[in-house]
Nanobody
Framework: QVQLVESGGGLVQAGGSLRLSCAAS????????MGWFRQAPGKERDFVAA????????YYAESVKGRFGISRDNAKNTVYLQMNSLKPEDTAVYYC????????????????WGRGTQVTVSS
């Protein structure tokens, strides 16, 4: 099993930056594809970004390309989401997720989820 704990959320102004962290424990971190999802009030949970086991490949939702960057440090059992040029529409609860499968499996059905961290972008 894997336990995931997100941190780093907060309130920022439009155009600002924020870095989210997700600390994993309970299993071998490097065995998992990792990703971030987000859910705004009244909306469904959407995919944001993902990274392969070795960090060699990353994937992004079209809405965040060029602004967000996902990375991982397997030695620290942590995945990060660097968010730049934030917009009010980025406001949501951000969730960390993991899967023993590929990026495609992560999109379909993640094995584990964190409890989320709130990101609010003001105009």
């Amino acid at each position: 099993q894997v336990q995931l704990v997100e941190s780093g959320g907060g309130l920022v102004q439009a155009g600002g930056s924020l870095r989210l962290s997700c600390a994993a424990s309970g299993s071998t971190f490097s065995s998992y594809t990792m990703g971030w999802f987000r859910q705004a009030p009244g909306k469904e949970r959407d995919f944001v970004a993902a990274i392969t086991r070795t960090g060699s490949t990353t994937y992004y939702a079209e809405s965040v390309k060029g602004r967000f960057g996902i990375s991982r440090d397997n030695a620290k059992n942590t995945v990060y989401l660097q968010m730049n040029s934030l917009k009010p529409e980025d406001t949501a609860v951000y969730y960390c997720a993991s899967s023993l499968g590929s990026y495609y499996t992560l999109r379909e059905k993640s094995d584990y989820w964190g409890r989320g961290t709130q990101v609010t972008v003001s105009s």
